[in-house]
């Protein structure tokens, strides 16, 4: 079946440092892949998304890259900020189906 | 105001006590989702409904139940709330659109059972 997993937490870095948070998955076909973000008290808002391979995602300083043969969407930034202290989820869909699968998350906490 | 809202926020209740969850969305989105976070398990699906007439079950849907009352509003019911029913809970809506849809997520209900 279909499948998400990203890099387990939590992972702590000072400010301006570079952040990855790993994500690969399992899926047949050409899957969405989305990273979804969770700040404190609040619920999942979509960070970026692509849709097909080789596609970039970026929004607010974030990047990844829909890499089919390794089959991984990476998150990267290159200097993170205390602001961006949160849940990240890495997530799939599969065209046709509605399910939308998440990988089980990973804390990212920013210490100035 | 929100787009996507969710009642209450924080509920603790009983066990075998029914429960009722509210979700409402003004985006005009046809398409409505419950899902429950658990720790260190990410988002699971509980049911999903395509339009009014349209319901159907995801991943974990036993022991709830939902009411797709209008287009705006999506509700699941808890009808013996148990403890392992204790979670974080979403509401979220989202359209069909090639190339993949976005799913927009309410707050959250927090949700204890005892």
């Known amino acids: 079946g279909n499948s998400v997993t990203q890099m387990e937490g939590p992972v702590t870095l000072s400010e301006e440092a570079f952040l990855t948070i790993n994500c690969t998955y399992t899926?047949?076909?050409?899957?969405?892949l989305f990273w979804y973000v969770q700040y404190p008290g609040e619920g999942l808002q979509l960070l970026l998304k692509?849709?097909?391979?080789?596609d970039k995602g970026s929004n607010k300083g974030f990047e990844a890259t829909y890499r089919k043969e390794t089959t991984s969407f990476h998150l990267e930034k290159g200097s993170v900020q205390v602001s961006d202290s949160a849940v990240y989820f890495c997530a799939l869909k599969k065209g046709g189906s509605e399910k939308l699968v998440f990988g089980k998350g990973t804390k990212l906490t920013v210490n100035p | 105001d929100a787009d996507v809202t969710q009642t209450p926020r924080n509920r603790i209740t009983k066990t075998g006590k029914r429960i009722m969850l509210e979700c409402s969305q003004t985006?005009?989105?046809?398409?409505m989702y419950w899902y429950r976070q658990d720790p260190g398990l990410g988002l699971r699906l509980i049911y999903y409904s395509f339009d009014v007439k349209d319901i159907n079950k995801g991943e974990i849907s036993d022991g709830y139940s939902v009411s797709r009352q209008a287009q705006a509003k999506f509700s699941l019911s808890l009808e013996s709330a148990i403890p392992n029913q204790t979670a974080l809970y979403f509401c979220?809506?989202?359209?069909?659109?090639?190339?993949?849809?976005?799913?927009?997520f309410g707050p959250g209900t927090r949700l204890t059972v005892l």
């Open positions: 979220a809506t989202s359209e069909e659109r090639r190339g993949g849809d976005t799913q927009y």
């Open positions: 899926a047949t076909g050409y899957p969405s």
């Open positions: 985006k005009g989105h046809d398409r």
């Open positions: 692509a849709t097909k391979a080789d």
